[in-house]
């Protein structure tokens, strides 16, 4: 069974940065990427890299990046000019090749106003 283990989120004052890690047990995937959720929303997209190429939601392009280091199993989000609406649990994501989508447990990321 594929797992996820999210870290980098916590507190941050508005106008800051955050870098969220997400590492994969496997390499057999054709995508990884970064979903959030605030209290009382549905969980929306953020961001994914893979077989699919490199998207981001584009509300929060020029202020995140998704990115993959070079042993494509862990996957960044940098987070910049951070807003308290930015605020929610930030969980990764990764399709394996023959199973269903695998989620991580969630990091909280806050922004203070």
């Known amino acids: 069974q594929v797992q996820l283990v999210e870290s980098g989120g916590g507190f941050v004052e508005a106008g800051g940065s955050l870098r969220l890690s997400c590492a994969a047990s496997?390499?057999?995937?054709?995508?990884m990427g970064w979903f959030r959720q605030a209290i009382g929303k549905q969980r929306e997209f953020v961001a994914r890299?893979?077989?699919?190429?490199?998207f981001t939601a584009g509300a929060l392009e020029g202020r995140f990046t998704i990115s993959r280091d070079n042993s494509k199993t862990t996957v960044y989000l940098n987070m910049t000019s951070l807003k308290p609406e930015d605020t929610g649990v930030y969980y990764c994501?990764?399709?394996?090749?023959?199973?269903?989508?695998?989620w991580g447990q969630g990091t909280q990321v806050t922004v203070s106003s």
């Open positions: 994501y990764l399709d394996p090749l023959m199973e269903s989508r695998a």
């Open positions: 496997t390499t057999e995937f054709t995508d």
């Open positions: 890299t893979g077989r699919s190429g490199t």
